[in-house]
């Protein structure tokens, strides 16, 4: 069967590998002109993330291109040390700069894999036995099924699906940045990278980059400490990316013979361990269309396994990262000052663990048919 994927960031390359494997004739459709290789650290926690990575081969890969984990300090505006989050919590098993991990996975597919870069789906019409695909600007074509791989802001998911992108209170700009400093002031928390800040809900240009840096400045004036060289630095970095913390709410992330995966289906803007969820679905959805007969039963199990576990992996760091109050602010502080001072060992790490392992994986990796 030939299966359309429609986005080549991390959960499309993850889909594609696996669905190589499995025997089937795969084609990305990227939007942009090559693999993107913009972001910031992404890490992989708990044994599912784990598995999957052994299971592809690509662990060994991405620990020699990991990054340095460090802690995360915590300051006042006088520069004033309030708390410390262990590197242990921060950056997971193995953390890699999102860059590299889709640099990975796009080498580990482009031999056998038709990648259509600087193209989008512009229509989808589907029948008993298969999709009709148009592009804006590769030819027509039919596919078996039609993967929606394209992030937060899906074309596809607005093609086939209703869904709802709930704001949660906060707005996030992370940018290209050296150091692991950050200053909490009521709300808002500016540091190395990082910027989050509690507002309403912004209406802004997704395409103007220079008057979404304007709007992070303007949340950043008047706070001291080193803050007016870190609003320089954000505003000269080419890796820049701001949006509000939202969480994808949907019924269904499968429809006839259309599913979506990785932020498309369940995105969290950020914090919401978007990149393993990404690709532990990716095994997950194709090895349930190596294991069943007909897609309607694979993505049957695909819904029943990923939806619950994608559910609990999506949260709000929001006010944990810049509680809105002072006395919030303190709390906050005061109980990482207790846990760092208890000799209960991993406990950090073991706090996001549990929602990272919540899925029995099925051992797929020698499916019984190839098509
Ligand atoms: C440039 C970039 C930087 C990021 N930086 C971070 C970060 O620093 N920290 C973090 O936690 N997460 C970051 N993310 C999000 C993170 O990659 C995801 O949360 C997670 O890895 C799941 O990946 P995904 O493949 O579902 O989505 P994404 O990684 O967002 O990939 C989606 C892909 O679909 C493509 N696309 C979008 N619309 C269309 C269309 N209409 N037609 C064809 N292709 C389309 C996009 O160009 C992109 O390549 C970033 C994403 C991108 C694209």
């Not at 390359?13 to 990305?28: C, D, E, I, K, N």
């Not at 190596?290 to 709000?316: D, I, M, W």
Request: proline content about 5%.
């Amino acid at each position: 069967m030939d299966i359309l994927i429609s986005g080549a960031g991390i959960a499309g390359p993850s889909l594609a590998f696996w669905l190589r494997r499995f025997g089937f004739a795969v084609t990305v459709v990227e939007r942009a002109p090559a693999p993107r290789d913009g972001g910031q650290a992404v890490d992989f926690r708990g044994t599912a993330h784990m598995t999957v990575l052994r299971r592809m081969g690509l662990l060994d890969e991405i620990r020699r291109q990991q990054t340095t984990p460090a802690d995360m300090v915590f300051v006042d505006e006088h520069g004033r040390r309030r708390a410390v989050l262990p590197a242990e919590f921060t950056a997971g098993e193995v953390e890699i700069l999102r860059g590299r991990l889709s640099r990975i996975l796009y080498e580990a597919t482009r031999d056998d894999v038709e990648y259509l870069f600087g193209d989008t789906i512009t229509s989808l019409a589907e029948d008993e036995s298969g999709v009709d695909v148009t592009f804006q600007h590769a030819p027509p074509r039919r596919f078996g099924l039609v993967i929606g791989a394209d992030g937060m802001h899906s074309a596809v998911r607005g093609q086939v699906f209703s869904g709802r992108l709930d704001f949660l209170g906060y707005h996030v700009a992370g940018f290209a940045s050296d150091g692991h400093e950050y200053c909490n002031v009521p709300g808002r928390l500016i540091g190395d990278g990082l910027i989050i800040f509690k507002s309403a809900e912004l209406t802004y240009d997704r395409r103007d980059l220079l008057a979404q840096k304007e709007i992070v400045a303007d949340a950043c004036a008047g706070v001291g400490w080193r803050v007016p060289e870190i609003v320089r630095t954000m505003c000269e970095s080419d890796d820049f990316f701001f949006g509000p913390v939202s969480r994808l709410r949907m019924d269904r992330i499968t429809r006839g013979r259309v599913a979506l995966i990785g932020d498309a289906a369940y995105g969290t803007t950020f914090g919401g361990m978007g990149t393993g969820l990404a690709i532990v679905s990716a095994y997950v959805l194709a090895g349930s269309l190596a294991t069943h007969r007909s897609h309607t039963e694979a993505f049957a199990e695909y819904e029943s396994l990923v939806r619950p576990y994608a559910k609990g992996c999506q949260g709000n760091p929001g006010p944990f990262l810049a509680p809105a109050t002072k006395p919030g602010l303190w709390l906050r502080n005061r109980l990482f000052g207790v846990m760092a001072r208890l000799p209960l060992e991993g406990m950090f790490a073991r706090m996001d663990i549990k929602a990272a392992n919540n899925i029995t994986l099925p051992d797929y990796a020698r499916p019984p048919q190839v098509r």
